[in-house]
């Protein structure tokens, strides 16, 4: 029973020392007991002291050998969660930049927040594929997708972060970066947790069409919402981001804002939904709506929301309530961000045994 108690408790403490290795170290843990076991000279050289152990030593090197093999291999296919990166710091470069006088409507925000909601769109449940993890839209054919027109801009700019964050991967950059626009814009706190990787080429890009079309109905935004796992609820809350941001004629072809504040995250999209008058917009465009001044408008993919009698109730009690809006596009928003992410750090959320084990 002592050895066994024994074992348990160096075994733990082993894990832990790894745990706390610099960053260095633990890029180098991988190689270093690559090489030290590279040779049959360095294994039997190796092996002559554990003769010396006995059997209750032997078996104790053993264990304590398993747990530095084990966290070397856990530490080089899981480096985000073992990664030092000051996301305070890095929440605080992504608030400085998004204030901008010569774009859009003075904001980075809704541009921001639209690149990580087309990274994580594409996820497909039955495949686990897709989703943020991976920053696939670096590469071709994603970033090509029509339907990512104009997310350049997001990309380019997350670029000067990135330089002074190098540590961050893009795919939680990205996704941190659209909380904090949320954040910023005077939208709701939403719970973000690090651990995305990043995919080294197009070949994991998803394929292309998984994205909403704008110029679809209700059935074509449930397939697309469902495919991801997501209810009448959450997509109804979710399409609330609409607040923020204004389309653009050379990007998606449709033109204009859906709110009259589009830098401010509010329930405006659905109270504009119920209350204002919407008419189809005659002009050489694509099929669009607008409202009585001209100066509003609403894609056929919003204006089911108030068509369908399940999506409606949910667009009625948004508009009546902010604050359950706000909750409510928080949860989905999150689960929309983690999708099919597996290295999501865990740490903030579980006890001592679930931050040193993983």
Not at 84 to 97: F, G, L, N, T, W
Not at 115 to 136: E, M, N, Q
Not at 143 to 162: P, Q, S, T
């Amino acid at each position: 029973r002592f050895h066994v108690i024994a074992t348990i408790t160096i075994t733990v403490t082993i894990i832990a020392m790894f745990s706390r290795f610099s960053s260095a170290s633990r890029r180098l843990a991988p190689r270093l007991l690559a090489r030290s076991f590279s040779s049959s000279t360095t294994q039997r050289a190796a092996a002559a002291p554990l003769k010396r152990l006995g059997v209750a030593g032997r078996r104790l090197a053993a264990v304590a050998g398993v747990a530095a093999v084990g966290t070397a291999a856990w530490v080089q296919y899981h480096p985000v969660a073992l990664a030092k990166v000051d996301y305070d710091a890095v929440r605080k470069s992504i608030a400085e930049i998004l204030d901008a006088d010569d774009y859009d409507d003075g904001s980075y925000g809704p541009v921001l927040l639209r690149l990580a909601w087309h990274a994580a769109g594409t996820y497909d449940k039955k495949t686990c594929t897709g989703g943020s993890d991976g920053a696939t839209m670096r590469f071709s054919p994603e970033k090509d997708d029509g339907a990512n027109a104009g997310l350049h801009v997001a990309r380019e700019l997350m670029e000067k972060i990135k330089a002074e964050h190098p540590e961050i991967t893009y795919a939680d950059l990205w996704s941190l970066a659209s909380v904090v626009a949320i954040e910023e814009m005077g939208g709701p706190k939403i719970a973000w947790r690090p651990g995305r990787s990043d995919k080294p080429s197009g070949d994991h890009c998803p394929p292309v069409g998984r994205l909403p079309d704008a110029a679809q109905q209700e059935q074509h935004v449930r397939d697309v919402f469902y495919r991801m796992g997501f209810n009448d609820q959450e997509i109804v809350a979710l399409i609330g981001a609409h607040a923020l941001g204004r389309c653009h004629k050379d990007r998606s072809g449709y033109d204009g804002p859906w709110t009259y504040a589009p830098t401010t995250f509010s329930n405006e999209f659905y109270r504009l939904l119920l209350e204002e008058t919407w008419t189809k917009k005659k002009w050489d465009g694509p099929e669009q709506f607008e409202n009585s001044t001209g100066e509003l408008m609403m894609l056929p993919a919003d204006m089911s929301l108030v068509w369908d009698k399940d999506f409606r109730k949910w667009v009625e009690i948004y508009a009546k309530d902010e604050q359950r809006f706000f909750n409510d596009f928080a949860a989905a928003y999150q689960k929309l961000q983690e999708l099919g992410v597996k290295g999501l750090d865990q740490s903030q959320s579980k006890g001592w045994w679930s931050k040193i084990f993983g």
